[in-house]
């Protein structure tokens, strides 16, 4: 039961980064690779800092996120 609980976030983990990495070339281009890591660094570096700056980066990219959509469409 432990193991596939843990195959099943990581898994949703994985899947989460790649569809990011996707959705950011596809709006700025550039490599997914880059966008993937990139995004995976800068949060888990606001996961170790705290769960308050989790809270308030949240704010903020789900800001960012509105607003792209907004422009897209």
Known sequence: MLVS????CYGALIAYLLG???SFVTIF???KIFFIISFF??????????????AGS????SS????LLLIIM
């Not at 960012?64 to 607003?67: C, I, K, P, S």
């Open 29 to 31: 281009g550039g490599s």
């Open 5 to 8: 609980m843990m195959v099943g």
């Open 64 to 67: 960012v996120f509105v607003g």
């Open 41 to 54: 660094l800068i949060f888990s570096t606001l996961v170790i800092l705290g769960l308050r700056t989790v």
């Open 58 to 61: 949240e704010l903020l990219t």
């Open 20 to 22: 990011i990495g996707e």
